[in-house]
């Protein structure tokens, strides 16, 4: 069951009842991030941060490595001087951990979100990125009567089933 | 349109409540609506995209009359082997700094008058990195070896000098380059999503549907984007602080008289920053008066950031008066007499451009009234341009022709080829922008939404944004 707003504490309050009720699966619609949305959807805290800590490790262990190694297996001796040394080699570690720490952090992002999609799938509405907001409601067939009328007593402009 | 709604604001903006709002607009369809109208098509437009166009082909005949004729036709001078190719590769770095600036740093310290000047940033940082990055191509005279400064084991098995500051700007610049791009795409995808959901044509809009990569606006994308948002702005943070370090090591690490100095990386970001600030307000004020979008970059956005600039203008200033102190202080000859020949001396012209348009002309700026004139930031904004680059010309030729060794000192004097690389690396810049703001939204749709009170059935429900 899909209801489209257009106020934001519609929806909220939409969605507080539809939790409260148990009435299954909510994915909600926003054309901006609203804090008010979270709050009422109440999820977990995003995964993205683990990404961004191991490429960031992964990153700058490879930058360190691939000096010393480097420099290492062709040698450029300088007299006086120490064939692979730690300070100038900073740069390249904390380059490369930039890199992809920052990358793998992208990578996260794209994975916990489900993207790149290749279709929109069902419950989308080009209004939501407009100025619309959006509840899909996946609840059982015999919960859809009780969804749709949560939906428009909270103001929903517009309900409507979806398969 | 009305630019600012209260009377109270018209001399109060205030940097760092972030309480920059934008009265004039209402609702999110006007957003949509005016920004992207921006997308159409104009003559002027199209003149200006033209007039771009012409100073890259004027660029592109310099590059490839000098690779047909060899490196000579440059103005290299032995010793100044550094020319208008490392001054304008500087030049274009330090340009590219606002963007990230703006888009991370200023993101991170929640201040809002970055909100409607961000997107225009970022995409100017990328293309300044990507006209800074010919030049060191150009620069070494046979194009087709640059490939000889990235490490990979080639076929002799020889790896670069990892102790060179030059391998360290590879790695510093592809960095910068890579993430730079990376965090103006990441915060496109939202927007393109509109674009795709208003598109008509069936094939834009599959276009753009494969480019907002199938976006769909819900809370959970919405959820790990802003974390993604809030970790690419933390990278870019201490990125951007080391790239202009690292250039800054190209000529600090030289025992060289004005270039040996520990001041450099700080002096460097100050004025990269300083820079990059003066190259937005070149593109944002005629943006914002042609495309009709004087109430989202409003006075209080300029006025924000006309402090910026002040307060850049002074950390400059500073390093040049620290230059100039520590060369009498530290008793070294070589370093007094350069610092002598440098502004009374040889080079005096250039360094009285550099110290007028980088530390005389900004002191205006304390003045409230001209900090609110868009007219005066717009010449002033190009003043510094043209100071800003004479600032990386005085660092890099006076102290190559001028070094320790007198029997060596000489001369420097650009050709038409060089000046002909410098007018075509404008060309590739702004028809790189130009383009740009007109297939993309030149502001921050989803962003610029989040400042506007949503639209509510209660009036004090949920206690708001």
Not at chain 2, 199 to 219: A, D
Not at chain 2, 329 to 350: L, P, T
Request: glycine share 8%; aromatic share 16%; proline share 6%.
């Amino acid at each position: 069951m899909m209801g489209v707003f257009s106020e934001l504490d519609s929806t909220v309050e939409a969605i507080e009842e539809l939790k409260q009720r148990k009435m299954g699966d909510l994915t909600v619609f926003s054309p901006t991030p609203r804090h008010e949305l979270e709050h009422a959807v109440h999820p977990p805290m995003s995964g993205v941060r683990k990404f961004t800590l191991i490429g960031a490790l992964s990153g700058v262990c490879f930058g360190f490595w691939i000096a010393i190694w480097g420099s290492n297996y062709w040698p450029l001796v300088v007299g006086g001087k120490a064939i692979s040394t730690w300070l100038p080699y900073v740069v390249f570690g904390f380059e490369v951990m930039v890199m992809v720490g920052a990358l793998s952090t992208v990578f996260g992002m794209f994975y916990l979100a489900g993207i790149p999609r290749l279709t929109m799938t069902v419950g989308y509405d080009p209004r939501f990125s407009r100025g619309s907001y959006g509840i899909f409601c996946e609840c059982a067939p015999e919960q859809l009567v009780e969804a749709e009328s949560i939906l428009r007593r909270h103001g929903a402009v517009e309900v409507r089933g979806e398969k | 349109m009305a630019t600012l709604a209260h009377p109270d604001d018209l001399r109060r903006p205030n940097i760092a409540s972030a309480d920059i709002q934008l009265p004039a607009v209402t609702s999110y369809e006007q957003v949509d609506n005016e920004i992207l109208a921006v997308l159409k098509p104009t003559k002027a437009w199209f003149a200006s995209l033209m007039l771009a166009i012409a100073c890259l082909g004027l660029g592109a005949f310099s590059w490839i009359y000098q690779i047909h004729q060899g490196l000579g036709v440059a103005g290299y001078n032995p010793p100044v082997m550094w020319g208008v190719y490392i001054i304008t590769f500087v030049f274009w770095v330090g340009i590219g700094h606002a963007g990230t600036l703006i888009s991370a740093i200023l993101y991170l310290f929640r201040a809002g008058f970055r909100t409607t000047i961000y997107r225009a940033a970022e995409a100017m940082t990328v293309f300044a990195v990507m006209t800074a990055g010919l030049f060191p191509i150009i620069h070494i005279g046979r194009p087709w070896k640059f490939f000889w400064l990235i490490p990979y084991p080639n076929w002799r098995l020889i790896w670069p000098n990892f102790k060179s500051p030059l391998v360290w700007d590879v790695f510093a610049i592809t960095t910068y380059l890579t993430i730079s791009t990376t965090f103006l795409f990441v915060g496109l995808i939202p927007d393109i999503a509109v674009l795709r959901d208003r598109e008509t044509n069936p094939i834009r809009r599959k276009i753009l549907g494969f480019l907002s990569f199938g976006w769909r606006n819900t809370e959970r994308e919405w959820r790990h984007f802003a974390r993604a948002y809030l970790f690419l702005a933390a990278f870019s943070t201490p990125l951007v602080l080391s790239v202009h370090s690292v250039v800054s090591f190209d000529f600090a690490m030289g025992i060289v008289p004005g270039w040996h100095t520990t001041i450099f990386p700080p002096y460097f970001v100050a004025g990269a920053i300083f820079s990059g600030f003066a190259m937005v307000w070149t593109i944002i004020i005629p943006m914002r008066r042609w495309f009709g979008l004087r109430h989202y970059v409003t006075l209080n956005h300029l006025d924000a950031s006309a402090k910026m600039v002040l307060f850049t203008s002074l950390v400059v200033g500073l390093a040049y008066m620290i230059e100039f102190f520590i060369a009498w202080y530290g008793g070294v000859k070589y370093e007094q007499d350069y610092f002598w020949n440098r502004v009374f001396g040889q080079w005096w012209w250039a360094a009285w451009i550099m110290l007028t348009c980088n530390m005389i002309l900004p002191l205006s700026l304390f003045s409230q009234k001209l900090r609110r004139n868009p007219t005066w930031l717009w010449i002033l904004s190009i003043f510094i341009n043209i100071g800003m680059w004479f600032e990386r010309f005085v660092i890099v030729v006076p102290s190559l022709s001028h070094d320790v060794e007198p029997w060596q000192w000489s001369s420097y004097m650009p050709t038409w080829v060089d000046y002909g690389l410098l007018i075509g690396s404008f060309g590739w810049f702004f028809m790189w922008f130009l383009l740009f703001v007109k297939q993309l939204p030149v502001m921050a749709l989803a962003e610029i939404k989040e400042i506007i009170p949503p639209k509510m059935k209660h009036t004090h429900s949920h206690g708001g944004h």
